[in-house]
DNA sequence: TCTGGGGTCCTAGGACCC
DNA sequence: TCTGGGGTCCTAGGACCC
């Protein structure tokens, strides 16, 4: 059995937990660069607004109703994340954090206790250890939880717990589920499907295996053995590796100059390697790309090059030598740019990375340990404490974020202060 | 003034090998 | 009228997820 823990409108309930007065009242939060809504309360999408909805399109609706917004603040969402897997951690022994808001934990076949109260009772505790309210969602297989999710938050948001396994109507409550809203099954296939006249859950877990594979391939056919009851994923308690590593921004306002372009590379390349490392791997190859404003009527450019590199590394300068160099060779000058970034591939673990024959031993140690330094101050004193000077000083490139909430939990200046009366 | 930032997996088809 | 039978590797593109 699975269990399937969300975390309701997460980013919204992270901005309650310290501003308690937003309880209730229609609440948005933005992406990067308070560019798109990606998090909304249940009092927005009551209202209509649409998830990804661009800012600068949807002030007049928000100005309207009232709506608070909030830009995306990170320090807080991964804080409180971090807090609510804690949480559930005590309550099973075996667990997949699969998103910053999301975890399955697995729980013994042996009925011996009452899941619905086993549920009940997670989700009292998260809620008052951490502030954030979850919905549980149980089933035989992963694509069954994620199912029974939904339905908990959808059609029983005060008890926020449903057992499918339990259920006794199964076809019933399949041919009441779109098709579109099984987890695996998106856009193109949902309406690829439609064109088949296959628009419920009913409908799709009862096609052939061959049809299925043909037009939807092994991984389309494991969602629908998966809704049959027959499991095909497995709990995966340990994060394996990242196979690739991306560090974007979009611009707070365009840039032209090829100076700040550098600046703004360098510190994604920082913080690439920092994210290299922290997994214990190693780089080979690395991409860096450029781009204009795609939204704008003016003139458009974007350039991608990659380089391999002598040995796999994850020492920052190393990585930001062969990357400054690659911006250099795919800038031109004459444009406004709005995004550059880079990309790191061919990961190995840093271990198994081949050695240059001609490395010097003295020189390798220094670099790890000067590596590992920046790494524990920042970790602990703030990213971004500790930086190579080629990301400059001024940064007036980043990204907008005027919207943003305190980092009530991560910065000794903005933790809440309670007075007693 | 103004539209995010990450990831994964699978398949078809071409190039090449014996 | 007729044109073998296996393989591997790589890439581009398409699908999905949060």
Redesign the pocket.
């Known amino acids: 059995m699975f269990a399937l823990v969300d975390c309701n409108n997460f980013y919204v309930s992270c901005e309650r937990v310290f501003m308690p007065s937003l309880e209730g009242r229609p609440v948005v939060v933005l ?3 308070d ?2 809504v ?1 998090a909304r309360s249940n009092e927005v999408k009551a209202l209509g607004l649409e998830f ?1 909805a ?1 800012y ?2 949807c002030r007049d609706f928000i100005a309207r109703y009232g709506v608070q917004v909030f830009s995306s603040n990170y320090a807080l969402y991964g804080d409180l994340s971090l807090r609510v897997m804690e949480t559930l951690a005590r309550f099973s022994p075996s667990m997949e954090i ?2 910053i ?2 975890a399955f934990l697995h729980l013994p076949s042996s009925r011996r206790f009452d899941i619905m109260e086993w549920g009940s009772r997670i989700r009292a505790t998260v809620r008052q250890w951490t502030g954030i309210p979850v919905s549980i969602g149980i089933g035989p297989t992963k694509t069954l939880a994620k199912l029974a999710n939904r339905l908990a938050k959808k059609r029983f948001p005060d008890r926020g717990v449903f057992d499918i396994s339990g259920c006794t109507d199964m076809d019933d409550l399949l041919e009441s589920v779109f098709v579109g809203d099984i ?8 309406a690829m499907l439609a064109r088949h006249g296959v628009t419920n859950a009913r409908q799709f877990r009862g096609l052939p295996d061959h049809w299925i594979k043909k037009r939807m ?3 389309g056919l494991r969602t629908a053995w998966e809704l049959r009851g027959r499991p095909c994923l497995d709990l995966e308690e340990m994060a394996p590796p ?9 611009f707070g ?2 840039v032209e100059s090829l100076g700040e372009l550098r600046e703004a590379l360098a510190s994604y390349v920082g913080r690439a390697a920092a ?1 290299l490392r922290r997994q214990g791997s190693a780089a080979s190859f690395l991409g860096v790309f450029l781009a204009t ?1 795609r ?1 704008k009527a003016e003139p458009q450019y974007s350039n991608f090059t990659a380089v391999r590199l002598p040995v796999p590394s994850s020492y920052t300068p190393e990585l930001l030598v062969p990357a400054l160099a690659c911006l250099e060779s795919i800038y031109r000058p004459g444009f406004r740019y ?2 550059t ?1 880079i990309m790191l591939s061919e990961i190995v673990a840093e271990c198994d990375a081949v050695r240059s024959l001609f490395e010097d031993q003295g020189a390798s140690g220094r670099k790890r340990r000067l590596s590992e330094t920046v790494d524990r101050i920042n970790g602990r004193l703030g990213a971004g404490r500790l930086f190579y000077a080629a990301e400059g000083m001024g940064k007036s490139w980043q ?1 907008r974020r005027s919207l943003l909430s305190p980092a009530y939990t991560t910065r000794w200046s903005e933790i809440p202060v309670v007075k007693a009366l």
């Open positions: 992406s990067n660069n560019g798109n990606v990804g661009p600068h399109k699969y998103s808001d999301e987890w695996g099954i998106g856009h193109s296939y949902s391939t092994v991984t990242r196979k690739g590593i991306v560090s974007s921004r979009s306002r365009p994210k404003n939204f709005k995004k970034g990204m």
